[in-house]
Nanobody, 119 residues
Framework: QVQLVESGGGLVQPGGSLRLSCAAS????????LNWYRQVPGKERELVAM????????NYADSVKGRFTISRDNAKNTVYLQMDSLKVEDTAVYYC????????????WGQGTQVTVSS
């Protein structure tokens, strides 16, 4: 069983920065594709950023391109989301997601961490 624990959320002013972390335990971290999603009340969960299992491929939602950076440290079993130039509309609960393919996709979620961008 894979467990994911996010940290690093909080309150920040517009234009500020935060770095989210997601520590994984259980399973084989280097095999996972890792994703960050976010969700606001009343809306569907949105994919924000993805990093491949090898770390050589990343992808971002258009709304965060050029401002957010996803990275992974396989030695620490941790994935990060560096968020710069934050906007009020980035306010959401951010979720870490890990998935890998083994006779079908296996998907795991963290509990989420709140990010609030407000002056």
């Amino acid at each position: 069983q894979v467990q994911l624990v996010e940290s690093g959320g909080g309150l920040v002013q517009p234009g500020g920065s935060l770095r989210l972390s997601c520590a994984a335990s259980g399973g084989t971290f280097r095999r996972y594709e890792l994703n960050w999603y976010r969700q606001v009340p009343g809306k569907e969960r949105e994919l924000v950023a993805m990093i491949s299992s090898t770390g050589d491929s990343t992808n971002y939602a258009d709304s965060v391109k050029g401002r957010f950076t996803i990275s992974r440290d396989n030695a620490k079993n941790t994935v990060y989301l560096q968020m710069d130039s934050l906007k009020v509309e980035d306010t959401a609960v951010y979720y870490c997601n890990a998935r890998f393919y083994l006779l079908g996709w296996k998907t795991y979620w963290g509990q989420g961490t709140q990010v609030t961008v407000s002056s």
